[in-house]
């Protein structure tokens, strides 16, 4: 330590003596912090408690296939008064909710935009824990446009060793046999490119098509509750649809792919040979929407304010958010966020205000 100055040496020691506790105290520690994610996950078993009567919206998952740190399978929650309802379930969305202590027992039904994997690859997991954490007494119900049949039935194969092993284990008092699974509620879209799902004096839940081909069909929704409203896109192109359902929304939640930087992917999957890889680059980058598009959306329809989900490419470090934006701020007025998982935003009644937070 020669050259340093006593008190840089006194800090060197005090950070070495302070490092030496936690080894001797890490068992005490780590049970504290499991103590304490309990005691606010027990506390927050309601997840409107203590919130604003208003429309909150978490997002639990803001990624595509190709996850990141930042953005896991696509998954966004909608807390309408006391009614909580989840749109898509990628993979991990259920440990996600359980992180922004978002009680999975206290979800009313799952909207599915569409049936790629990554939209519906945590339903299976959100259904089990939604299940034992309230002893449901009815299966999760899930909506979605024709073909939900198929992938709820699916889902419930996978998962009848499962759930029968616990009925066995925990008994049917915590694990009651009539709330396993999922139920599938599906909606027509054949004679209109729009229709209400739920229709009560405080909330309308409303589905609309948007245009994600060769899938189809693929669906939007919008949510008004007591004079808010949000609107989430679902994979799509730029879309008519979307704009019209927007009109004057408080938010809007879009996909965002980044033609620019798919591309570099592309050739560098290329450089290396990767040729499928660099296929799928050049791909998708016909059937998803532009920030720069989805910015112009919201400046035609009067956005109050603008967030990106789905995000393509992967951007784990928030240094890459403004590259992934490319021009959208100068086509669009309002206020625009990258979002990513654990984002919060609070829009209570009787106010335009929308308030933002994170709940990692």
Not at 140 to 158: K, T, W
């Given at each position: 330590?020669?050259?340093?100055?006593?008190?840089?040496?006194?800090?060197?020691?005090?950070?070495?003596?302070?490092?030496?506790?936690?080894?001797?105290?890490?068992g005490a520690i780590a049970e504290r912090?499991?103590?304490?994610?309990?005691?606010?996950?027990?506390?927050?078993?309601?997840?409107?408690?203590?919130?604003?009567?208003?429309?909150?919206?978490?997002?639990?998952?803001?990624?595509?296939?190709?996850?990141?740190?930042?953005?896991?399978?696509?998954?966004?929650?909608?807390?309408?008064?006391?009614?909580?309802?989840?749109?898509?379930?990628?993979?991990?969305?259920?440990?996600?909710?359980?992180?922004?202590?978002?009680?999975?027992?206290?979800?009313?039904?799952?909207?599915?935009?569409?049936?790629?994997?990554?939209?519906?690859?945590?339903?299976?997991?959100?259904?089990?824990?939604?299940?034992?954490?309230?002893?449901?007494?009815?299966?999760?119900?899930?909506?979605?446009?024709?073909?939900?049949?198929?992938?709820?039935?699916?889902?419930?194969?996978?998962?009848?060793?499962?759930?029968?092993?616990?009925?066995?284990?925990?008994?049917?008092?915590?694990?009651?046999?009539?709330?396993?699974?999922?139920?599938?509620?599906?909606?027509?879209?054949?004679?209109?490119?729009?229709?209400?799902?739920?229709?009560?004096?405080?909330?309308?839940?409303?589905?609309?098509?948007?245009?994600?081909?060769?899938?189809?069909?693929?669906?939007?929704?919008?949510?008004?509750?007591?004079?808010?409203?949000?609107?989430?896109?679902?994979?799509?192109?730029?879309?008519?649809?979307?704009?019209?359902?927007?009109?004057?929304?408080?938010?809007?939640?879009?996909?965002?792919?980044?033609?620019?930087?798919?591309?570099?992917?592309?050739?560098?999957?290329?450089?290396?040979?990767?040729?499928?890889?660099?296929?799928?680059?050049?791909?998708?980058?016909?059937?998803?929407?532009?920030?720069?598009?989805?910015?112009?959306?919201?400046?035609?329809?009067?956005?109050?304010?603008?967030?990106?989900?789905?995000?393509?490419?992967?951007?784990?470090?928030?240094?890459?958010?403004a590259r992934f934006l490319g021009d959208?701020?100068?086509?669009?007025?309002?206020?625009?966020?990258?979002?990513?998982?654990?984002?919060?935003?609070?829009?209570?009644?009787?106010?335009?205000?929308?308030?933002?937070?994170?709940?990692?």
């Amino acid at each position: 330590m020669k050259g340093l100055s006593r008190s840089a040496i006194f800090v060197i020691l005090a950070l070495a003596f302070s490092g030496v506790l936690v080894w001797i105290f890490r068992g005490a520690i780590a049970e504290r912090l499991i103590l304490r994610f309990v005691e606010r996950a027990a506390a927050t078993a309601n997840p409107a408690a203590g919130l604003p009567d208003g429309l909150h919206i978490g997002l639990c998952g803001t990624g595509s296939p190709m996850t990141d740190p930042r953005h896991s399978g696509p998954c966004t929650a909608v807390l309408a008064g006391d009614r909580l309802f989840i749109v898509d379930a990628g993979p991990g969305s259920a440990a996600t909710l359980n992180r922004m202590l978002l009680n999975p027992g206290r979800v009313e039904a799952v909207l599915l935009t569409h049936f790629h994997g990554d939209h519906v690859g945590g339903l299976g997991d959100l259904a089990l824990q939604r299940w034992v954490a309230a002893s449901a007494e009815s299966p999760l119900d899930v909506y979605g446009p024709p073909g939900v049949d198929s992938v709820v039935d699916g889902i419930n194969v996978a998962y009848a060793n499962d759930n029968d092993y616990r009925i066995a284990h925990h008994g049917e008092k915590i694990a009651p046999p009539a709330g396993r699974g999922l139920a599938a509620k599906e909606f027509s879209m054949e004679s209109a490119d729009r229709t209400v799902l739920i229709d009560s004096p405080s909330l309308k839940i409303t589905a609309f098509l948007v245009d994600h081909g060769p899938v189809k069909p693929a669906v939007g929704y919008r949510f008004d509750y007591k004079g808010r409203s949000v609107v989430i896109s679902g994979d799509t192109r730029a879309s008519a649809a979307v704009e019209r359902e927007s009109m004057k929304v408080d938010l809007l939640i879009h996909e965002g792919l980044s033609p620019r930087l798919v591309a570099l992917m592309e050739s560098g999957f290329a450089r290396h040979a990767r040729t499928a890889y660099a296929q799928v680059m050049a791909d998708i980058r016909n059937y998803h929407t532009s920030p720069e598009e989805a910015a112009e959306i919201a400046q035609r329809a009067g956005v109050r304010m603008l967030v990106f989900n789905h995000i393509v490419p992967p951007l784990p470090s928030r240094f890459l958010d403004a590259r992934f934006l490319g021009d959208a701020s100068s086509r669009y007025d309002g206020p625009i966020r990258v979002g990513v998982d654990g984002d919060w935003f609070s829009l209570p009644t009787g106010s335009t205000t929308i308030e933002v937070d994170s709940r990692p």
